[in-house]
């Protein structure tokens, strides 16, 4: 065997025993590694100690023996590398530092109106290592920072093709990220959201992810794999008729979900925050419990259809998800009544990171860049 296959091989080698032991979610043993991948236990011990030597991994303490030394639980050391997520919206700057596991190490929201301006760019910039410096992120450490926000991105072109809430069109993406010194990607804010939601569920799951926010969108995953459509345009939940001839929509039709279920209905509407609104609901306030009642009622329309269209688990995520909870055997209850084929609407999960979904979701490209990497 020549020496350039003999050292891809070994590189192969170590980008499997890599792989393999990030792709389970519990330390392992290098019996248990050697026997999945069929490989010799010298030959796992040499990767384990080259990944080890890098500080890729961790032992994180022994399992119990059947009889001789203990094996050694090893584990991916998550913190050697993290990753920002920023999701720029009309108020504010949300942002999120994960680590290897995608575990949530800090976040923070500052408000900050959007504005198409250096200002608001250079702005970014300088709240970005504020946020790194106060949680101690070592820059070295960082593999870079991704950026969400509420608009169509075109990845080939690099450009952001139109944002309806920040009021941008045909906006060149290295403008928003050019007083950020460290790697940069952007991405649909939903997009994102869902990338976060099936991060670690990738294996042949069907599922939709609803962002509800000011806009309203998602993202579908068939059979592990993200369903575009034929011109990216698929998940766009939003615009989709719940009420014919009904409220104007910002897309120009009528009707569409959106124009019911953006959370400017029960904020910006009512001249008041979604905080507002919520401690208002919950301290009795008849009108915005009528407001409430009409909100619920057309979401539950909407996610009903996309269950009916689809047939899969839906994980409802954006910024309304953080006050769902004591509401959401409401929106269930609901769901049963609407559907003639099930009494059960537990196929309805809310998001696992809360409101954090897109920042996390859009940090998770560096993270999976760096996996593959090894
Ligand atoms: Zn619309």
Known sequence: MSTYNTAELRRQNRSRVFQYIFASQTPVTKQDIAHSLSLSLPTVGQNLKELQECGLLETQG????????????????????????????????????????????????????????????????TELEHFLD???????????VGVALPGIVDE?????VLSRFVEIREFPVDRLTQYIPYPCFIENDANAGGIAEWWNHKDHENMVYLSVQRGVGGAVLLDGVRYMGHHHHSGEFGHMCIVPNGEKCLCGMHGCLEAYCSTARISTDLGITREEFFAGLEAGNPEYQKRW????????????????VLDCNIVLGGVLVQFMEPYLRDLQARLCAINPFQCSSSYLKLSRYRSWSTCVGVALHFISEFIDSV
């Open 62 to 125: 022994t399992f119990n023996s059947t009889g001789g030394r203990k094996p050694r639980a090893i584990g991916i050391a998550a913190g050697i590398r993290c990753a920002v997520g920023i999701m720029i919206s009309v108020y504010h700057i949300h942002m999120v530092c994960i680590d290897l596991r995608a575990n949530l190490l800090c976040q923070t929201s500052i408000i900050c109106d959007f504005t198409d301006s250096d200002e608001y760019f250079h702005n970014m910039a």
């Open 134 to 144: 106060e949680n101690h992120i070592d820059r070295a450490h960082l593999l870079g």
């Open 293 to 308: 009642d009409k909100y619920l009622y057309h979401l539950a329309i909407g996610i009903n259809n996309i269950r009916m």
């Open 156 to 160: 080939d072109r690099n450009v952001v």
